[in-house]
Nanobody
């Protein structure tokens, strides 16, 4: 399973961005998908996750400003970010928990995307 993230960029404070992350790579099933971020000098932190059934979790710092969604038919997860703040500046990583069944063998794993830079200017 490979994840390809896109949609980052430079935006002014108060602006919006939409990140996308598409999974590919054969026959798999995706469970939880989500977004994390890592600012310079800080640890990677959870931004939002969404289960295959639609349940969501959000970091307190983004609640009310960020919406996670997914298109299961396209194996894609999105992150709509509004009212962006300079403290949202970070590299954003998507992740997906997957199940692959090959010749009766079940493989469970987590894959990460390559990261996309989000920069919010004040």
């Amino acid at each position: 399973v490979q994840l390809q993230a896109s949609g980052g960029g430079l935006v002014q404070a108060g602006g919006s961005l939409r990140l996308s992350c598409a999974a590919s790579g054969g026959d798999f099933r995706l469970n939880n998908m989500g977004w994390h971020r890592q600012a310079p000098g800080k640890q990677r932190e959870l931004v939002a996750t969404m289960s295959s059934g639609g349940s969501t979790t959000y970091a307190d710092s983004v609640k009310g400003r960020v919406t996670i969604s997914r298109d299961n038919a396209k194996n894609t997860v999105y992150l709509q970010m509004n009212t962006l703040k300079p403290e949202d500046t970070a590299v954003y990583y998507c992740e997906a928990d997957y199940i692959v069944i090959t010749d009766g063998t079940v493989v469970v794993g987590r894959e990460w995307g390559q990261g996309t830079q989000v920069t919010v200017s004040s």
